[in-house]
Every structure is written in structure tokens, then in C-alpha cells.
T-cell receptor, first 112, second 121 residues
């Protein structure tokens, strides 16, 4: 069953501000975590990933933090832009197999 | 370069019918996975195929089946459609299979198509 969930269903953020999206997971044996962005009418788009042996990884305007102690994953978006408006999913690769388990998603709305 | 392509984009069926959804992976990608996304939910894993063999199956009934062809394209088949099968069906491809515990391979990244929106009436 699903082991990945998100704390907040909707996040409204002013353009230019930073956004933080949180995700809790319950499968302590998962070894790989990914954030995806999904815009209306499109498939999920890869944003950034992180292995379980890391606690932070940075990309362009995005940072993923992994706290294995509390089984928490977060995505930080710097200087949020209108194009960042979308649903964001966290996903984990489950122990012993090669499938991804996705959370329910978190809607981000950027206010111009 | 073409991404993952899926056809058709939209489909309307009635209960009890059969449906076939098609997916062409990114050129050179050998692994294809299928996911079901119900409105308001995250994608749910259905199948993974790698080198034409089933490598993983999610918690879906036997009405769901799939196959992968020599050119690595794939079909998802659903028999005896139910209203609850209405969803966005996503295909994703990756260069390699990607397995838990193995060293990170950047080629494991999943690239998704735009999906087939299936409505069962």
C-alpha cells in the first residue's frame, strides 16, 4: 500500500518567495527518493532525486532535504515563479523491488 | 528528441469492454513502466517491463496485462472494464531497469509520457 504522504494539500506562495513542500514516508528501507512536478494535462516531470545515503541535494533553484530519522522529505523552490504552479509529488523506491510509490500530491499556486 | 509517446490521448469506453493503450519509450530506453493515476491521487504502479520481460507487477487484478515488443514499445491491456478503471494511464521509460540496493545509476530516471485519459461509462 501507499507509504508516502504529503502534509499540505495546497500551498499558495507569492511570486519571488521561496516554497517548501513536505513529504512524510513510512518505509524506512526505501533507498531512493524523487520529486516530480505535474502540470495540468501532462505527465509527471522529474525535478530532482536523492539517495538514502545523502541528506541534501541541490539543483537549479531546487533543493531536496532528506531526514531519515523522522522519515521526512522536503522540496525547496527558490524564487518561485508562475511556471512553478503545479502539483508536486514525492516518490520512493520501495525495498526489494524497482517500483516507485507516489504520494497524493501537493498543489502549489503561485500568486503573481 | 521525442519523449515518451502514448496513444490515444483520450478514450471513452463502456463497462465490460476491452481497451489497449500504447506506449513508445524514448529512443534507446529498454525499460517501460505503467502507472494508473486516479483523479486527485498520485500514480500507482501497475507493471514494469525490461528487455521484453515482466519485471514487476503492482496490486492490480488479472484483468490488467501488458507486453513489451522487440522495439521496446509496450501495450497495456485492460479487460472487462469497470467504472473504477477510469483514470489517467501513464507510461514511463528509463534506459535501464533500476533495482533497489544497486548503486545509483543515473540512467534509472523515469521519464513519463502525457498519458491516456480513459473514461469508462
Amino acid at each position: 500500500g501507499e507509504s508516502v504522504g504529503l502534509h499540505l494539500p495546497t500551498l499558495s506562495v507569492q511570486e519571488g518567495d521561496n516554497s517548501i513542500i513536505n513529504c512524510a514516508y513510512s518505509n524506512s528501507a526505501s533507498d531512493y527518493f524523487i520529486w516530480y512536478k505535474q502540470e495540468s494535462g501532462k505527465g509527471p516531470q522529474f525535478i530532482i532525486d536523492i539517495r538514502s545515503n545523502m541528506d541534501k541535494r541541490q539543483g537549479q533553484r531546487v533543493t531536496v532535504l532528506l531526514n531519515k530519522t523522522v522519515k521526512h522529505l522536503s522540496l525547496q523552490i527558490a524564487a518561485t515563479q508562475p511556471g512553478d504552479s503545479a502539483v508536486y509529488f514525492c516518490a520512493e523506491r520501495l525495498y526489494g523491488n524497482n517500483r516507485l510509490a507516489f504520494g497524493k500530491g501537493n498543489q502549489v499556486v503561485v500568486i503573481p | 528528441d521525442a519523449g515518451v509517446t502514448q496513444s490515444p490521448t483520450h478514450l471513452i469506453k463502456t463497462r465490460g469492454q476491452h481497451v489497449t493503450l500504447r506506449c513508445s519509450p524514448i529512443s534507446g530506453h529498454k525499460s517501460v513502466s505503467w502507472y494508473q493515476q486516479v483523479l486527485g491521487q498520485g500514480p500507482q504502479f501497475i507493471f514494469q517491463y525490461y528487455e521484453k520481460e515482466e519485471r514487476g507487477r503492482g496490486n492490480f487484478p488479472d484483468r490488467f496485462s501488458a507486453r513489451q515488443f522487440p522495439n521496446y514499445s509496450s501495450e497495456l491491456n485492460v479487460n472487462a472494464l469497470l467504472l473504477g478503471d477510469s483514470a489517467l494511464y501513464l507510461c514511463a521509460s528509463s534506459l535501464v531497469r533500476g533495482v533497489w540496493g544497486e548503486p545509483l545509476n543515473l540512467n534509472e530516471k523515469l521519464f513519463f509520457g502525457s498519458g491516456t485519459q480513459l473514461s469508462v461509462l
